[in-house]
């Protein structure tokens, strides 16, 4: 817990800076909202609805199946799935069967998710009916102690005449064929009972969950969370979200009991869509739309601003490529968005150009905010109101956590305000530690004033308002000619340009400089322009050590399932180039 209020006057109003009640089972909340809205729509998949009654009782069945199959305490179980409607009915039933979720990306190759199913001893696993995903599930669980397979197919979550078309037209993705002894998951639900068994959790030190890391600094690695670690940052989140829920109304906390609904464009695989989105809205009675596929659309993007329009959602967490594939898309005039009312942004950072132009577009406010996987993930947040966030910024540490920014050479001593460092973190959200890892545990965490603090990796600091700034990523720091040059800085200038969508800066070597800097630019559809354009425009707006020495552009700029940009991708290009 913090022990002190955050040294700013723009706290928000109504906002606690300590939370409590947050010691409890994860799947506590949907026992809870199942309780106190059992006929209120929880998720929507495709115009088809489901109740938290419903979702709780599948979750139920799961947990009562699994643990049929001798899954109990402790147990890793993956799940392979997109955002579908099976996922929190999945999830929460691996919970309450007491065992692990191990989420995973259905994407990744075989030998991917082969890891992670060895790395966590998963004993079985959840995989969509699907041409693509089936086959690479049995392939990853080949040699791993995976003996329980079920596969799950969208037909029974479609409304009834969408199945019927789509099972004669063949358009329900289904798989080729079937591996002797896998199961489907609408057999296992129809023959299991709705009684979940009896488990006794320790929520601050039984895990609820196994997610893993990019691996951007070598092999992934599963960080390990507690099921408070999760209920702490929904309250955390739910507390700290206030908006006027009438046009001109009065500042209010979040509403529940189905006044809200979360557009779940971030995968619930990931801790951001699933914290931000599945879990919240969960949590708060509201409905959530599952979009498997963002992107989905001609234009890509236009089959999600159809589903703005059509369910009228009013809050999504979104990472800021999404943000920019909305404010760019060539039809946005024609759909009306206005519905949202608040979209919070992680993940990556936010360009304040990209921002500026998404609420000129839709009329919602964006709230930056940060976290990491290991933070389940929300660490800090901007106030949800357009006179006190700060754009750039990413706020202040969100209640009952605590932020400090230690020196980068030994991440022990804290720097004075106004200097970079190593942002640390503190508070009830910060995992246990990496999965059968204590040494690697053991290097991100250091003890300062009897608290332990997670060193994340990142270059930031504390301005005279008291909101921090996140300066680079401390490995993607360039050094020129002695000096520092953080990418998200030559980022942040070149978004403002008319005619940039999207743009990664890297450095790359240099005899000379040591290293120099260069830009993938990906243009605006329909617009052209030139490298002589683009360096006459950095040489107005940036200093000479920060200017790219070189400008490429690309169709496409390399970004992650989840919408980060991805720069290691692109150094790791240049860096075969000069080998």
């Not at 070597?509 to 322009?529: H, M, N, W």
């Amino acid at each position: 817990m913090a022990d002190h209020a955050w040294p700013t006057p723009h706290w928000p109003e109504g906002v606690p800076h300590d939370l409590s009640d947050y010691d409890r089972p994860l799947f506590t909340i949907l026992d809870d909202a199942a309780a106190t809205y059992p006929d209120q729509t929880y998720t929507i998949f495709n115009d088809a609805a489901r109740t938290f009654a419903q979702v709780r009782e599948t979750a139920d069945r799961v947990a009562n199946f699994l643990n049929a199959q001798g899954i109990g305490k402790g147990d890793r179980v993956a799940i392979f799935l997109p955002n579908l409607p099976h996922y929190p009915e999945i999830y929460f039933g691996i919970l309450k069967a007491g065992a692990v979720c191990v989420t995973c990306n259905p994407l990744y190759t075989p030998s991917e998710l082969n890891y992670q199913l060895n790395d966590a001893g998963a004993k079985a696993l959840f995989c969509m009916d699907h041409p693509q995903f089936y086959p690479t599930t049995v392939e990853a669980v080949k040699d791993t102690a995976v003996k329980t397979v079920v596969i799950c197919s969208v037909k029974s979550y479609l409304p009834w005449l969408k199945g019927f078309l789509g099972g004669l037209l063949g358009k329900i993705p289904k798989a080729e064929r079937y591996e002797p002894g896998h199961l489907f998951f609408d057999n296992v639900v129809a023959g299991a009972k709705p009684e979940p068994p009896e488990i006794t959790i320790n929520p601050s030190e039984d895990l609820a969950l196994i997610i893993y890391t990019g691996g951007t600094t070598g092999v992934p690695k599963g960080a390990a969370l507690t099921h408070s670690n999760f209920v702490y940052d929904v309250k955390a989140l739910n507390a700290w979200a206030r908006f006027a829920h009438e046009e001109d109304g009065p500042l209010e906390n979040l509403r529940i009991g189905g006044f809200h609904c979360y557009l779940g464009v971030l995968p619930f695989y990931h801790s951001f869509g699933m914290t931000v989105a599945m879990l919240s809205a969960c949590a708060s009675g509201s409905r959530l739309v599952c979009v498997p596929d963002p992107r989905a659309g001609d234009p890509p993007f236009t089959e999600v601003l159809k589903i703005v329009q059509k369910h009228r959602p009013t809050l999504m967490p979104a990472v800021p490529t999404i943000f920019v594939a909305f404010a760019n898309h060539a039809l946005i005039d024609q759909f009306d968005l206005t519905s949202l009312m608040g979209c919070f942004s992680g993940g990556a950072p936010l360009p304040p150009e990209v921002c500026k132009r998404f609420e000129e577009a839709t009329g919602a406010i964006i709230f930056e905010g940060y976290g990491l996987s290991e933070t389940a993930p929300v660490a800090t947040a901007n106030p949800s109101r357009a006179d006190t966030r700060k754009i750039g910024s990413i706020g202040f540490p969100v209640p009952g956590t605590d932020i400090k920014i230690l020196d980068v050479e030994t991440s022990e001593t804290e720097m004075p305000r106004g200097e970079d460092g190593e942002v640390a973190i503190c508070g009830p959200q910060v995992m246990q530690g990496y999965w059968n890892r204590p040494d690697e545990t053991a290097e991100v965490f250091r003890e300062i004033g009897g608290r332990r603090y997670f060193l994340t990796g990142d270059i930031g600091h504390i301005d005279e308002d008291g909101y921090i700034i996140i300066t680079d990523r401390k490995k993607d720091m360039i050094l020129v000619g002695g000096f520092n040059v953080y990418p998200r800085e030559v980022e942040d200038i070149l978004f403002t340009h008319p005619k940039v969508e999207l743009v990664a800066v890297v450095g790359v070597p240099d005899d000379k400089s040591g290293e120099i800097v260069k830009a993938f630019i990906k243009l605006i559809a329909g617009q052209t322009c030139t490298e002589e354009e683009i360096r006459a425009f950095c040489k107005e707006n940036m200093a000479g050590y920060k200017r790219p020495k070189r400008i490429e552009f690309r169709d496409e700029i390399p970004v992650s399932n989840v919408g980060k940009v991805l720069r290691r991708v692109l150094r790791d290009e240049e860096m075969g180039k000069t080998a």
